[in-house]
């Protein structure tokens, strides 16, 4: 069961993952974005984030660049 749920929530963050990521064009490099009014999903996927940005060098960011 514990293995199930690992697998969903690594789905989940993939999915998430893959319909926000944007390139900024002032870096030229990629960031999740996550919304600024849910902080919690940011909070959820905190601990997969780290791994993802030490893996492929993906930046995160809360909300839209300014």
């Known amino acids: 069961m514990i293995g199930v749920l ?3 929530y690594v789905l989940s963050y993939v999915t998430f993952r ?3 990521t944007e390139r ?3 870096d ?3 960031y ?3 919304p600024k009014e849910s902080t919690w999903i940011y909070y ?8 993802d940005s030490k893996v492929t060098t993906m ?3 809360i909300g839209p660049h300014q």
């Open 28 to 30: 030229g490099n990629q």
């Open 59 to 61: 930046r995160f960011h």
């Open 18 to 20: 893959t319909a926000r």
């Open 24 to 26: 900024w064009e002032k």
């Open 6 to 8: 690992l697998v969903v």
């Open 44 to 51: 959820l996927y905190r601990p997969l984030t780290y791994l």
């Open 32 to 34: 999740v974005i996550f």
